[in-house]
């Protein structure tokens, strides 16, 4: 592994008796005293997707995840860079497999449960919008402006997976999703003692309503959610990098530390041996005081030289995020008026009335439009969002850069 010149006591290996008790723990075949155990799984109908043989409680949550249409929308979805049409770049649904990669390398260190791990994981960020945070941004921005309420992916997962689908998934893995938020870095993550759906409902309620305020209080209910969140971090904070010098941001001397790309690789092994050597046998997840200085020293410098860029900025462009305001205002008035041949209705609300109606269940999108509105637009992958703009606003077709390939040869 290359050395990392600013961040030199992180070498990527566990120390013998670490590695030592790694290697007990998988011999044993069991969990840790502190993983979370499948038969602790906590449903809002408890008759349903009982723990069995074949399909454990939280094997169950993964397979449920992956089978709904938001999970496969995640890879027509931005995770960085926005009309950019190169296929080497990294997309959501690929970052959430990375996510899940990391974490469970962490997970099976420490003994935890991996199948709670996986459907976190694969469920973080199914309630993300199109284009990235940029796309986050602008929703929030009109649904703020006209509700007063705060609209953040990880909050939308939730309802995505708990009310939209209403796949009855276990408190633990909602709890993971609401908590993953990884621009929240801590070196030390603790359990939150959550342990009941009405606690958990106050708590979603709360982000609605307070936004950051709530959000940034977060903590999770397992060791498990604790592992997901800070590899979310570990996991985009290289992997960005990579990308942005593939589309042309940076150059592999652009960053202080003089790895460029390669940063990624040694992310991967630096963070994830770090986790572990400080988390082994402990009731919390935490990172050492180097390991926690370079990833906020990394995802700042990866602010600076990225996400905040002029040329990534560029990519969406003011007129671009006005179009977010013109469509949310004109799906509204779609539902005020009952057009049932609006998209809106077409690829919304009807669907998901007849999803829901095979368990007994409605969506109740009358009740306030807003929200529904907003449900629509966040499920968006950034193609179709393109899409509508150009069918529903006939000027748009000029707006949006037409997909191209950039020139040149693709390692």
């Not at 969140?229 to 010098?245: E, F, L, M």
């Not at 999803?355 to 179709?384: K, N």
Request: hydrophobic share 35%; with cysteine.
């Amino acid at each position: 592994m290359q050395t990392n010149r600013l961040a030199p006591l992180l070498t990527g290996r566990l120390s013998d008796e670490a590695a030592a008790r790694v290697r007990e723990q998988r011999a044993s075949g069991t969990l840790s005293h502190y993983a979370t155990s499948d038969l602790a799984a906590i449903r809002r109908d408890d008759e349903r997707d009982q723990d069995s043989a074949l399909r454990p409680a939280f094997v169950r949550d993964t397979e449920k995840i992956l089978h709904i249409p938001a999970y496969n929308r995640l890879n027509g979805k931005t995770q960085v860079f926005s009309f950019r049409p190169n296929d080497d770049l990294c997309r959501r649904g690929l970052h959430e497999q990375l996510v899940g990669r990391v974490a469970r390398d962490i997970g099976r260190a420490l003994g935890l449960n991996l199948d709670l791990i996986e459907a976190i994981a694969l469920g973080h960020d199914l309630g993300h919008t199109p284009f990235g945070h940029v796309g986050e941004k602008c929703l929030n921005d009109v649904f703020h402006e006209r509700t007063g309420r705060w609209f953040f992916h990880n909050v939308q997962s939730v309802r995505v997976l708990d009310r939209l689908y209403g796949r009855n998934l276990s408190l633990q893995t909602l709890d993971g999703v609401i908590c993953h938020n990884g621009e929240f870095e801590q070196q030390r993550l603790e359990t939150s003692g959550l342990t009941n759906f009405d606690t958990f409902d106050r708590v979603v309620a709360g982000c609605w309503e307070t936004g950051e305020y709530a959000i940034g209080r977060l903590r999770p209910m397992t060791l498990e959610g604790c592992v997901v969140r800070v590899s979310d971090i570990i996991a985009y904070v290289g992997k960005d990098r990579q990308d942005a010098i593939r589309a042309g941001i940076c150059d592999e001397d652009s960053f202080d530390d003089g790895l460029g790309g390669a940063y990624n690789a040694w992310a991967l092994s630096a963070f994830v041996a770090d986790v572990v050597e400080n988390s082994l046998g402990k009731d919390r997840i935490a990172l050492s005081v180097e390991g926690f200085a370079e990833l906020r020293r990394a995802k700042r410098e990866n602010y600076q030289k990225i996400y905040r860029s002029a040329e990534v900025n560029g990519d969406f462009s003011r007129e671009v995020g006005e179009y977010f305001h013109r469509l949310y205002e004109h799906e509204l008035d779609a539902l005020a008026e009952g057009d049932e041949g609006s998209a809106v209705f077409q690829h919304h609300v009807l669907p998901l009335q007849r999803h829901l109606g095979h368990y007994g269940r409605e969506y109740d999108w009358e009740t306030d439009p807003d929200q529904t509105v907003c449900d629509f637009i966040s499920a968006m992958t950034d193609d179709y969002f393109v899409a509508i703009c150009q069918e529903t606003f006939p000027e748009a077709r000029s707006l949006f850069p037409r997909r191209r390939y950039f020139d040149g040869v693709r390692a």
